[in-house]
């Protein structure tokens, strides 16, 4: 403390020592657990608050020295407070997990100063992966009893506070804590991590510095996905654990950490999923707002073409303009070739769906070809009486409707193995193609469709594959919209609106905070894990590369995708 203080020339305020800093990182669950319960009772997320101690209980930290020259003579003990740091996140996610996985509290936005508000969390987190002990975690749960290896978590409740760290938003946060930018950066690094409280007290050593800061794995996640997954660098959280609800939870004998029991691994498996939800929530927001890398440009080519004009008309020398031109032209050869391998994983993509789903409709004609044969097989010798002659007759057609099956469903794939060529062709029959694909779905949900009169006779000359994919990947959106929705008026409508294409359904709306970015890689809406925002990305791409394109808006009975040609 005393090179502490001499280092910054008797400047340092005592409440901003290392000792404070450290001694407010003990304190702050304890002093926060009161005020989030009470948070939570006030929205109505959690009915009363856990007491972790009668009324008549207080638990206060002071501290003081007389080891500092300007403090040794006037000797004061300074309270412990919770971390001031606390106050200056960017998002805040609040709110409780219950015993079945379900998770509702609220997301705060407090990145921008003219843009503050909150959004409702409300869904489920139960479909986590467990992740598999390694051999010594599985060896100490052998110490509890089958028992206690096998309890559930239970209810939990949850703090997780989370730090852009672009330059406006370390100035923001260093202005809070009266620090410059390095430090401020210096800060963030000791303090950050997700820490357990269990009572009231933290567990060692879930998110300390010295102990296993990012125990979730976070940082893997992060490296598979930067845009969307929330690292372990931008995140200050606290869970916190009561008695007896979380007692599944078992401390192993030394007081380093919980055992990798059964309610340990939901605890985990549980709060990877949140914040899989909460890191796709921060990437639309970032992405709206322009926040972090411009990801709106990755699709776009640049202006060789100008960039050469501009060259010829300001550079004079003749091997500069040639080499230019030379350098230019195998750039956009390289970027031509990129495009079709870009292509290609797209029909790629595009293809697996279909086989998928191909695969799912094959197996009723299936399972009715393979009884039909040995119904035949065994009446074959039978066949000069009339009964006998019946019952094959009978069997030939189940084959016959079977094989008709297999045949619609191979011309239906037709456009996404065929060659990418413009001919004639009329929307509607491609449309029909994709709609024969999902007839499961659209049977089992009662989904109508309702395609446009005007559309019937209509053709144009251009690649079909452009428009299949697109409907396709509408129309899996909107099957899946469909599903999700409590009308009992469930349709997908197919129009024609002044030589626009138009996809509509009457499901659930598109929020307003990402209609205008629903087309921008990564974004979706879809909650669950297996979600990959890729589907809307790569219709849009491929309609550009074939002189169309989309956009949506949101009508008075659900979402529209309006598909137009490209002026010349």
């Known amino acids: 403390m005393i090179d502490e203080f001499n280092k910054n020339e008797n400047e340092l305020k ?8 450290s001694l407010g990182v003990l304190i702050t669950p304890l002093a926060m657990s009161e005020l989030i319960q009470s948070e939570l009772v006030k929205k109505n997320i959690i009915s009363n608050k856990t007491a972790i101690a009668n009324e008549n209980s207080t638990f206060q930290l002071n501290f003081g020295t007389n080891l500092i020259e300007f403090n040794s003579e006037n000797f004061e003990l300074h309270e412990v407070t919770p971390l001031k740091i606390l106050k200056g996140f960017s998002y805040r996610a609040i709110g409780k997990v219950d015993s079945r996985g379900k998770l509702n509290g609220f997301l705060y936005f407090n ?55 672009e330059k406006d938003a370390i100035e923001k ?12 950066k210096n800060i963030l690094n000791k303090l950050l991590g997700i820490r357990i409280s269990k009572n009231g007290f933290g567990v060692k050593p879930y998110g300390d510095v010295d102990g296993v800061q990012d125990w979730l ?20 959280g606290y869970v916190y654990l009561f008695s007896p609800q979380n007692d599944g939870l078992k401390e192993k004998t030394n007081r380093e950490g919980f055992y990798e029991n059964k309610a340990f691994n939901q605890l985990k498996g549980m709060l990877l999923r949140a914040m899989q939800e909460i890191g796709q929530f921060r990437y639309n927001y970032r992405l709206n707002n322009n926040l972090g890398r411009p990801t709106s440009k990755f699709n776009i080519r640049p202006e060789s073409e100008e960039y050469l004009r501009f060259i010829n008309d300001n550079v004079k020398n003749l091997n500069v303009l040639n080499k230019t031109k030379d350098f230019i032209n195998e750039t956009n050869s390289a970027l031509d070739n990129a495009e079709f391998r870009l292509t290609l994983a797209e029909r790629l993509a595009s293809l697996g769906s279909s086989l998928e789903l191909l695969y799912h409709e094959l197996a009723q004609p299936i ?31 189940y084959i016959s409707e079977a094989v008709s099956t297999l045949d619609d469903l191979k011309d239906s794939l037709e456009p996404a193995i ?25 049977s089992d949900y009662g989904i109508g469709i309702d395609i446009d009169p005007a559309l019937q006779n209509y053709q144009i000359i251009d690649n079909e594959y452009a428009l299949w994919i697109s409907f396709l990947n509408i129309i899996n959106n909107a099957i899946f919209w469909l599903k999700t929705s409590e009308e009992s008026n469930r349709t997908i409508l197919f129009s024609l609106e002044k030589d626009n294409l138009v996809i509509s359904n009457t499901g659930p709306l598109i929020p307003e905070d990402i209609i205008d970015i629903i087309f921008e890689y990564g974004v979706s809406n879809k909650l ?23 956009n949506v808006e949101n009508r008075n009975y659900g979402p529209a995708f309006i598909i137009y040609k490209l002026k010349k």
């Open 14 to 21: 005592f409440e901003d020592t290392s000792i404070m800093k």
């Open 173 to 184: 946060l260093g202005a809070l804590l009266n620090e410059k930018n390095t430090e401020t």
């Open 217 to 236: 794995g976070l940082g893997q996640k992060r490296v598979q996905d930067p845009g969307k997954n929330i690292g372990p660098n931008l995140v200050l």
């Open 367 to 397: 399972t009715i070809l393979g009884a039909s044969e040995m119904q035949i097989f065994d009446q074959i010798e039978k066949i000069q009486q009339i009964e006998i002659k019946n019952k094959i007759t009978e069997e030939l057609n």
């Open 418 to 442: 065929g060659k990418s060529i413009s001919r004639k062709f009329k929307p509607v029959v491609s449309f029909s193609k994709v709609i024969r694909l999902y007839k499961k779905d659209i």
């Open 528 to 550: 669950g894990k297996n979600k990959s925002g890729l589907g809307l990305t790569y219709t849009k791409s491929i309609l550009q590369k074939n002189k169309w394109d989309i």
């Open 111 to 165: 990145r921008l100063e003219n843009d503050i508000f909150s959004k409702d969390l409300d869904f489920d987190i139960s479909d986590f992966n467990i992740a598999q002990s390694k051999t010594k975690e599985e060896n100490e749960t052998l110490e509890l009893s089958e028992r206690d290896r096998n309890k559930e978590v239970g209810e939990f409740i949850f703090d997780i506070r989370i730090y852009d760290r």
